[in-house]
Each structure stands twice: as C-alpha cells, then as structure tokens.
C-alpha cells in the first residue's frame, strides 16, 4: 500500500543543519511536495514547496530526486525556535489523488 | 487580516450528541479543508471543498458531514458524536487546490472531547 513515511524524530544542536526526508513512493505524477512546520497548539504553517531537482527559500531548502519517491527537507544552522514537528504533504495516486499528510517528524534543537 | 479562524477553540459533549464546528476566512480563498490529527495518525483528511456548494470526500469522512453554503464558510458536523472523534480538528483553505497545489493556510484548531 503506497503510503508517505517520515523518521518519527530527530534531535540536533543549535547552529547545524537538520536533514529530513519523506518517502512517498506513487505520488501523483504532475503534482508539488509541500513541506509543513507545526508548533505545538497551532496549525501547521507552509515552509517550502516544490516539484523537482532543488527549491531555497529564506528558511530551508527542498530536494527531490528525478524518481521524486522521496523528498528531503533542509534546514540550515537550526536555532531552539526551529523545535517543532514538520510534515511533508503530496497526493498519493492510490489514495484517489487525494492530498496526503506524512505522519509528522518531531525535531528538538538542543543548545 | 483575520485570515482564517475557528470556533469554538474548544469543545467538551457527550456521546450522540450533535456537534458543528465552524470555520471562516476572509481571503475568499475558492478550496477549504477539514482534517483531524490525533496522535500516532498525524494529520489526516476529513472533507474537503472546491468551491460553494462543491464537496468531497477525504481519508476518514465517515460520521461527519459538511456543507458549503457560502465561500467563506465550512462548517463541519458531527451528527453523532462519539469517543473516537475526541479529536484536534484542523481547517485550511487555499487558492487553489487539487488541481495545482498551493500553500494551505491553517486555521488555530478546535480541540474537541468527546465524553
């Protein structure tokens, strides 16, 4: 059963860089991968977006391989701000399409 | 900018009992969503909405049901609650939707307990 999986958390130090991928193996073949960040008692918030090869942005940076069964989100020199639980989202064809969230990765910054 | 707001921020009823959680936003935004996240089953899609008067289904519709009189408004309906919906439930909306993806906007959540 084609499914979207995440590393259920990571642990980092302020100042590196958090790695994080999402495995998503019969997207849909025209559609984006969205990546989400949650703070606890709030609703996810969009962080980056894209649909192949490497999009950068002021806060991470997206990569997805040419097979795009997987994505991977960067976050450069991360800070205590940047603990939180981050989601990617895509549509899974055998899921009819239908947008489908990760299970979630919870990163804790350490100082 | 109110942007995108949910009521009520939290909700306390008993099993069967008949339960409307509502969501607005204020950038006329044509897709709105409903999903529900609860742990070990991270966020997943309740209903969702094209435009007015356009619905369809999600991952997990069963016992719920919404209507879209209006393009600002989502309301959705437990008709009979039960345990199992003690949930936090989630709207977003977009500008566009499952045809393009686009950035979702979260509203804040409605922490719901079902007794």
């Known amino acids: 059963l084609a499914k979207t999986t995440q590393p259920i958390s990571m642990d980092s130090y302020e100042g590196q860089e958090v790695n994080i991928t999402c495995s998503h193996n019969n997207i849909a073949t025209n559609d984006y991968i969205t990546w989400y960040q949650q703070f606890p008692s709030q609703g996810p918030r969009f962080i980056i977006q894209g649909y192949k090869t490497k999009v950068t942005n002021e806060v991470a940076s997206l990569f997805i391989p040419a097979d795009r069964k997987s994505s991977t989100l960067s976050l450069p020199r991360v800070s205590l701000s940047d603990t939180a639980v981050y989601y990617c989202l895509v549509k899974i064809k055998a899921a009819g399409n239908k947008l489908t969230f990760g299970g979630g990765t919870r990163v804790l910054v350490k100082p | 900018d109110a942007g995108i707001t949910q009521s009520p921020r939290y909700k306390i009823t008993e099993t069967g009992r008949q339960v409307t959680l509502m969501c607005h936003q204020t950038?006329?935004?044509?897709?709105m969503f409903w999903y529900r996240q609860d742990l070990g089953h991270g966020l997943r899609l309740i209903y969702y909405s094209a435009a007015a008067d356009i619905t369809d289904k999600g991952e997990v519709p069963d016992g719920y049901v919404v209507s879209r009189s209006k393009t600002e408004n989502f309301p959705l309906t437990l008709e009979s609650a039960t345990r199992s919906q003690t949930s936090v439930y989630f709207c977003?909306?977009?500008?566009?939707?499952?045809?393009?993806?686009?950035?979702?906007?979260f509203g804040p959540g409605t922490r719901l307990l079902v007794l």
């Open positions: 950038w006329s935004h044509s897709y």
């Open positions: 977003a909306s977009s500008e566009l939707g499952q045809g393009v993806q686009e950035t979702q906007y």
